[in-house]
């Protein structure tokens, strides 16, 4: 079956540590996002990705970093520059940001992060 | 810049007709689309206009004014499962590529 992962589905974080979210999609898609999403909040776009090793920062990219070595991978660092990381954070893939393909994103289950 | 506008809040019986508006205001629209999400889950896309007029897929309507920046998701036969969050969004070019903006969403209350 086809579809994107995030790992773990939680996570605790002391203050000042840096932190690592996996996002993997087997679905062939050029174009993975990472969302915040915060309590009765929309999503908010922190990074995409519309090809592997380009990057393009989203509205509220401050305080974390990701990376894109491979189609599959798009991994979020949230750093301890992120005055408040608590939140839900979300990966999304589509086949491509250009054209309509871009507008039906697939949603990984999503990991809540919380900061100690 | 880009902004959307929906209901914070919609309430309904079911078995009845309920109606969630959006509108936007964006550069370079490309599309509007309407997401799902059950609380805790992940969205799930339900549907996306590019032209003006009503888009069909099975209880769920979508409606784009494009001359209006407005549109609607229209919920037939509520069901209870019905209850959740729904979110409009607009794609923005952006360098070439064309950047997604979501609304804050709409719980929908569904009530027996």
């Known amino acids: 079956d086809g579809g994107i992962t995030q790992s773990p589905k939680y996570l605790f974080r002391k203050e000042g540590q840096n932190v690592t979210l996996s996002c993997e999609q087997n679905l062939n898609h050029d174009a993975m996002y990472w969302y915040r999403q915060d309590p009765g909040q929309g999503l908010r776009l922190i990074y995409y990705s519309q090809i592997v090793n380009d990057f393009q920062k989203g509205d509220i990219a401050e305080g974390y970093s990701v990376s894109r070595e491979k189609k599959e991978s798009f991994p979020l660092t949230v750093t301890s520059a992120q005055k408040n990381p608590t939140a839900f954070y979300l990966c999304?893939?589509?086949?491509?940001?250009?054209?309509?393909?871009?507008?039906?994103?697939?949603f990984g289950p999503g990991t809540r992060l919380t900061v100690l | 810049g880009q902004s959307l506008e929906q209901p914070s809040e919609v309430t309904a019986v079911e078995g009845a007709i309920v109606q969630i508006n959006c509108t936007y205001q964006t550069s370079g629209f490309y599309g509007l689309s309407w997401y799902q999400q059950h609380d805790g889950g992940a969205p799930t896309f339900l549907s996306y206009?590019?032209?003006?007029g009503l888009e069909e897929t099975g209880r769920f309507s979508s409606f784009l004014s494009r001359s209006d920046s407005y549109g609607y998701l229209l919920l037939q036969e509520l069901q209870m499962k019905d209850s959740a969050s729904y979110f409009c969004a607009v794609r923005n070019s952006s360098g070439g590529s064309y950047i997604p903006t979501f609304g804050r969403g709409t719980s929908l209350i569904v009530h027996p």
């Open positions: 206009n590019a032209l003006d």
């Open positions: 999304a893939s589509s086949i491509s940001a250009s054209g309509s393909h871009g507008n039906e994103q697939f």
